[in-house]
């Protein structure tokens, strides 16, 4: 089964700066899907960003980039010129081709001003 | 180690009927949470109980109410059921809702097909 490992429970960044979470994940399967959520206090799950394991290039949305390394089975979000909204709980989650979820067990976003 | 276990892995309901999904957290685990994600879609969270009662609640219909036991386990229960409640259902747990610990330890879903 596939598994999601977010080994930061916590993290913080200065305002302005550049923050990265990781994720590993492990899985047989060559082909999936890969996302990093953001979850604010209301609760509510917002797509950050999602990679497609067949695309080599990194997805990037605008202050937000991945670093996928297939081979080492390792998605991490690069969080960049951070901002007090970007402060929420990050998961990172797997898609199977039969549309099996698994998530990560989320790391908590502290944004200092 | 233990994870969260949900049951029943898949159900098939028809339209109108019934549904109940159950949880169990992971021992010593006392918050539960509850996510609905439809074909495509982001999970949306529904509600949330902490020491058995409510403590969150997000976009769950009014047809569906939601639990949690003195052992910790929750159960979705879901009424006239429509086409569009299709969707995986998440159960996930945590120790303590805004405690030392936040993370969601996220089961393996239920996916309920309505027909």
């Known amino acids: 089964a596939q598994t999601v490992t977010q080994s930061q429970p916590e993290m913080s960044v200065q305002e302005a700066e550049t923050v990265t979470l990781s994720c590993t994940y492990d899985t047989s399967e060559s082909d999936y899907y890969l996302f990093w959520y953001k979850q604010p206090p209301s609760r509510q799950m917002i797509l950050v960003i999602r990679q497609e394991a067949y695309k080599q290039q990194n997805a990037t949305e605008n202050r937000f980039s991945v670093n996928f390394q297939k081979a080492a089975k390792s998605f991490s979000l690069k969080i960049s010129d951070s901002q007090l909204g970007d402060a929420a709980m990050y998961f990172c989650?797997?898609?199977?081709?039969?549309?099996?979820?698994?998530f990560g067990a989320g790391t908590r976003l502290t944004v200092k001003p | 180690a233990a994870g969260v276990i949900q049951s029943p892995r898949h159900l098939i309901k028809e339209k109108r009927e019934t549904a109940t999904l159950k949880c169990y957290p992971i021992?010593?685990?006392?918050?539960v949470y509850w996510y609905q994600q439809g074909p495509g879609q982001d999970p949306q969270f529904l509600i949330s109980f902490y020491e058995k009662m409510q403590s969150d609640k997000g976009s769950i219909p009014d047809r569906f109410s939601a639990q949690q036991f003195s052992d910790y386990h929750s159960e979705l229960n879901m009424s006239s059921l429509e086409l569009g409640d299709s969707a995986l259902y998440f159960c996930?747990?945590?120790?303590?809702?805004?405690?030392?610990?936040?993370?969601?330890?996220f089961g393996p879903g239920t996916r309920l097909t309505v027909t």
């Open positions: 989650a797997y898609r199977s081709r039969n549309n099996d979820m698994r």
């Open positions: 996930a747990s945590s120790l303590g809702p805004r405690g030392t610990r936040y993370e969601q330890y």
């Open positions: 021992p010593r685990h006392d918050t």
